[in-house]
């Protein structure tokens, strides 16, 4: 090995702290950039690959009943590839052992054949014989949850009749990537249930003979989905069609959707700050290796090497530190991004969902290390290579200190001469200042970012859950019943009080801007929810007119006043002109809100209920639950206070544990910060330090001088990573938004807290490290050398 | 400090060493510095301590300053014993009794000549003024500049203040004109000997530079670490009259 590359792997050594805590934010950065943005792509080619070999479908349509023949029609809309008439509705099952209510959907299979769309994949056991009543495939989220297999039994109630089926094969489709209950915003394996059986029973069952109730299509590329959907809605409203969708809006991949886009977020923002922390890190450290390395450089280049190679050799030293982190990023990243995807996988149900690390994703990765150590230490570098050597091996100047801002202020009398040293010591090192409390105040808004699912979806649950939402089971109806039933669940013990809703899908339309939604009509003076105007506040249902979300009405453009067009979904055809009186926040969802007497009397079916929430006895929860899930007229059946539960359960918990993760992560960064500082500050002023201790300071009080610039250091940069962190997060919410989804901005004191303590606790611990180095100071050594 | 009690501790024993003896290990070869010192230092004497390089000068003065410990033998600072001081002790000594000069100055660069003097005085229990200190070596019209802005010398003069301010009991001076040329050396010296004359601080000052125990009371020579002979001179020169 030629001697200077000795001199790069000693050098290296010698500063094998500064250059672990420099790796460290290089491995924080490459692995998280590897961690998200593979399992981003190994989530998104496990879907493309699962939607083309299970021939995803695009276009979605239910109805209320059709007979076959309309096929033919429907074939005859250009651009239609393949079509799949089903047999598609909700069940109540009943799971041994498990008390909750627990809905299903079950779908249709045609006798004879494989489905032509939405195949399915099957991991056990076989496809139901044909014409055989009770056999099923069961969705392999629910069979998991509840450890069921091929051959075990499930009851059933399918439209209102008892059923034992029996599980033939476990299986999963592209339709049911994500499973939950439509409208529901977290997908739940075990309280919805995804089940396929034979045609023929299911006709049977829902007197379905030679007729469909779902569709589902392919289009040929190039087709325009919404051309096809305006013609099919055309086709299908005569059949109380509820308007077709395209897979954008399709539960199961609008959610996928949604979580990619999260992921590509994470996977942008996190990496992006640790990588610029590492720069800033390496552009200390380097840049002060090359300061205390003038006379060798002079040296060196005095014995003949070149500027270029000299400028190799330290930016070989770069490489070298850069490239331990990489490697230790991908060995990271790889771990931690099967961890993920196996989390992943846990949710969405996909056949296959193998990890790996894609190539461009690591070369992308270590490009964007190397280009930001080396945008580091360029200046640093360029010093090194064009100082003539005469004047590299002169010592450098004694450094020149000015009086302090607060000095001139005036308070130099207030203050020691250890605070001076601090002060002075930190005006004349500006730019190292700046990049520490940089550095710290990223890690505060790393802490911060962390939290920021929990604080603001617990905020926007707690809103809609406990302020907007007052009842205690919600009841929906798997059609609209008449409204005396609403007496009859009242009259169920343990019940206090219990209220009818109605809700009809529609399709708002001002002028050329259409959206479909649900229409919910209330009684004015409801007791057991509340609707809350855009400033939070609870507002009446007007007994004219209906109350709009705000963000349907910038999608519609609609105002205050504004008369709105509404189609009726629900297979009757009607038309509405309704004034729209005014704007309703939510942070779930898009729905509109009228009187439920005015909104009957612009049905046909003019006293109908399609859902009742109540008011309970909580000691007699299970019964009644039990009680409802008996009649066949009962859907689904919401438990608030299990369903916040669940909620602080399961989600909550996944969370705090990426709050754990991204706030250690965070404490590698304060730590790596405020060590390097300290260390640099520490081996630039040893002399210093040792000189104060042979003139009688305590090891206490020349620790205050090294340690009282990082105290101020993190004091400085906590407010400021407050207001970045607030800045990132904002920026991160705001580009999550979606129609559907708008989480408020809500960051808890104890985020805050939380956010300090893990700087405060690792610059504790580094001041700790330093401090031990502190106490071994070589008294004697600095007295005999010359500066 | 009145003139007497400086008589009646004239002779009074501040340092006394009985066989000092400082091996270092440095690898596998042992260094001996020291090899067994019997030596007294009086109140109010200026003492030469002369040797070449290696003699084992500055680490005889860095165990009397409390900087090191000896391997074996005694060191009584008046009634302690050095040899068994803790690491504590030694500073709370150094803080309050010793002042250090050293070859380097040794100032702390981001403050001023004034703020060099008070960052002791800060500290110790019965300190002179900063300013004070500082007209003792004629530095008063630079008290504000920092050490970058200050002559070698001045620098020095600056670190004798700083070790006198306490009013220290000794004065431990390692090469204090070792970075000077000849002219900026003799004005440190003055400076020293005014302190001593004004303050009766014991001084002891190593120096490879024989013409500078001319200055001195006693001169103690070293020759590979033992004492190779003390001497008292009879009449002091005073350093402008001396050359070299």
């Not at chain 1, 009770?134 to 439209?159: Q, R, Y």
Request: proline share 3%; net charge neutral.
């Amino acid at each position: 090995m030629r001697a200077i590359n000795r001199k790069l792997f000693r050098d290296i050594s010698n500063m094998w702290g500064m250059v672990f805590v420099i790796a460290l934010m290089i491995i924080c950065g490459s692995a998280t950039y590897i961690t998200f943005l593979s399992t981003l792509d190994s989530l998104r080619q496990s879907q493309e690959s699962y939607y083309q070999e299970y021939y995803f479908s695009n276009v979605f349509a239910s109805l209320k009943r059709a007979p076959n023949a309309l096929a033919s029609r429907v074939r005859e809309i250009e651009g239609v590839n393949r079509i799949e008439l089903r047999i598609q509705s909700g069940v109540n099952l009943e799971v041994p052992g498990f008390d909750e209510a627990v809905t299903g959907m079950v779908t249709s299979l045609p006798d004879e054949r494989e489905p032509l769309l939405n195949r399915l994949y099957l991991r056990e056991g076989r496809m139901p014989n044909p014409y055989v009543e009770n056999e099923i495939v069961l969705g392999d989220g629910f069979a998991e949850g509840h450890g069921l297999s091929t051959g075990d039994k499930l009851m059933a109630v399918i439209n209102g009749r008892k059923k034992e089926l029996t599980i033939v094969g476990i299986g999963l489709s592209p339709e049911f990537i994500f499973q939950g209950q439509p409208g529901n915003t977290s997908g739940d394996l075990l309280r919805f249930g995804i089940m396929w059986m034979r045609r023929s029973p299911l006709e049977a069952a829902f007197d379905m003979d030679g007729a469909f109730n779902n569709v589902v299509l392919s289009v040929t590329r190039g087709t325009n989905e919404k051309d096809v959907i305006v013609q099919l809605d055309q086709i299908l409203k005569s059949h109380g069609g509820l308007g077709a969708i395209s897979r954008e809006d399709q539960n199961s991949h609008f959610f996928i959707t949604e979580e990619f886009k999260q992921l590509k977020q994470t996977a942008t923002i996190i990496p992006t700050i640790f990588i610029l922390v590492a720069a800033f890190l390496l552009n200390v450290v380097i840049s002060r290796l090359v300061r205390t390395q003038r006379e060798q450089v002079g040296i060196l280049k005095a014995f003949g090497y070149t500027n270029y190679e000299i400028g190799i050799h330290y930016s070989l030293m770069v490489s070298v530190i850069v490239l331990i982190g990489l490697a230790g990023g991908i060995l990271l990243g790889h771990d931690l991004g099967q961890r993920l995807s196996a989390l992943y996988a846990s949710y969405y149900r996909f056949p296959f969902l193998h990890f790996e690390i894609n190539l461009w994703d690591l070369i992308a990765a270590s490009f964007i290390c190397m280009a930001a150590a080396y945008s580091g230490v360029f200046f640093s570098i360029r010093e090194a290579v064009t100082l003539p050597p005469a004047e590299a091996m002169r010592p450098e100047q004694p450094k020149i200190y000015h009086k302090s801002i607060l000095e001139k202020m005036g308070a130099s009398d207030l203050l020691d001469q250890p605070t001076k040293m601090i002060l002075r010591q930190m005006g004349r090192q500006r730019m190292k200042i700046v990049f520490g409390v940089l550095g710290v105040a990223f890690a505060i808004a790393l802490v911060m970012l962390g939290r920021m699912s929990n604080d603001s979806v617990k905020y926007a649950v707690e809103v809609e859950f406990r302020q907007a939402n007052l009842f205690d089971l919600g009841v929906s109806f798997r059609e609209g019943i008449s409204k005396h039933a609403i007496m009859e669940i009242q009259r169920t013990p343990g019940v206090y009080y219990s209220e009818g809703y109605r809700s009809v899908p529609v399709r708002m339309i001002a002028g050329h801007r259409r959206y479909l939604t649900a229409l919910e009509g209330h009684y004015t003076n409801m007791k057991l929810r509340q609707i809350l105007d855009t400033e939070q506040q609870p507002v009446e249902i007007p007994v004219e007119g209906l109350l709009m979300n705000k963000t349907l009405g910038e999608i519609l453009k609609v105002e205050s006043g504004d008369t709105i067009t509404v189609e009726f979904m629900d297979g009757s055809g009607r038309m509405a002109q309704i004034p729209t009186v005014g704007f309703i926040h939510q942070y779930f969802g898009l729905g509109c809100y009228m009187n439920i007497e005015k909104l009957n009397s612009l049905l046909p079916e003019k006293s109908l209920v399609s859902g009742s929430y109540l008011a309970i006895d909580r000691a007699y929860e299970d019964e009644i639950t039990a009680f409802l899930k008996e009649s066949p007229f009962v859907g689904e059946i919401i438990s608030k206070h299990r369903m916040i539960e669940r909620f602080y359960e399961s989600t909550a918990q996944t969370w705090l544990i990426i709050a754990l993760f991204i706030s250690l992560f965070a404490g590698a960064t304060a730590f790596s910060v405020v060590y390097n500082n300290a260390r640099i500050s520490l081996s630039e002023r040893n002399r210093e330090l040792a000189s104060l201790r042979v003139l009688g300071l305590t090891r206490g009080e020349i620790s205050y001088i090294l340690l009282g610039e990082l105290a101020i250091v993190v004091l400085v940069a906590i407010p400021i990573g407050f207001f970045i962190g607030w800045g990132i997060t904002y920026f991160t919410l705001w580009s999550m938004q979606t129609e559907l989804y708008r989480i408020p901005m809500n960051i808890t004191a104890a985020t805050y807290a939380l956010a300090a303590l893990v700087v405060i606790v690792s610059a504790v611990f580094s001041g700790w490290l330093v401090r031990r180095k502190l106490n071994r100071l070589d008294l004697i050594g600095v007295l005999k050398t010359r500066e | 400090m009145n003139a007497n009690v400086a008589n009646t501790i004239a002779h009074e024993t501040i340092f006394s060493t009985r066989n000092l003896t400082k091996t270092y290990k440095m690898g596998v070869v042992e260094v001996q510095a020291l090899r067994g010192i019997d030596m007294e230092i009086y109140a109010s004497e200026i003492v030469v301590l002369l040797g070449a390089s290696g003699s084992g000068k500055s680490t005889l003065v860095n165990i009397l300053g409390g900087l090191d410990t000896a391997t074996a033998g005694q060191v009584h600072y008046r009634k302690v014993n050095l040899t068994e001081a803790s690491e504590s002790e030694l500073t709370s000594y150094r803080r309050l009794s010793v002042g250090f000069v050293f070859q380097f100055y040794n100032l702390i660069p981001s403050l001023t000549a004034r703020e060099n003097v008070a960052i002791v005085t800060e500290i110790a229990e019965h300190p002179m003024k900063p300013e004070e200190a500082l007209a003792l070596v004629d530095l008063e019209e630079r008290m504000d500049h920092f050490p970058a802005q200050l002559s070698g010398g001045e620098q020095q003069r600056v670190a004798i203040a700083r070790a006198v301010a306490k009013n220290p009991d000794v004065l431990l001076c390692d090469e204090p004109t070792g970075a000077l040329d000849s002219k900026t050396g003799i004005i440190v010296l003055k400076a020293l000997q005014k302190v001593n004359q004004s303050l009766g601080t014991a001084t002891v000052l190593i120096t490879h530079n024989v013409v500078i125990g001319g200055m001195a009371d006693r001169i103690i020579s070293l020759h590979d670490g033992k004492i190779a002979g003390i001497r008292e001179n009879k009449v002091k020169r005073l350093p402008e009259e001396m050359e070299w």
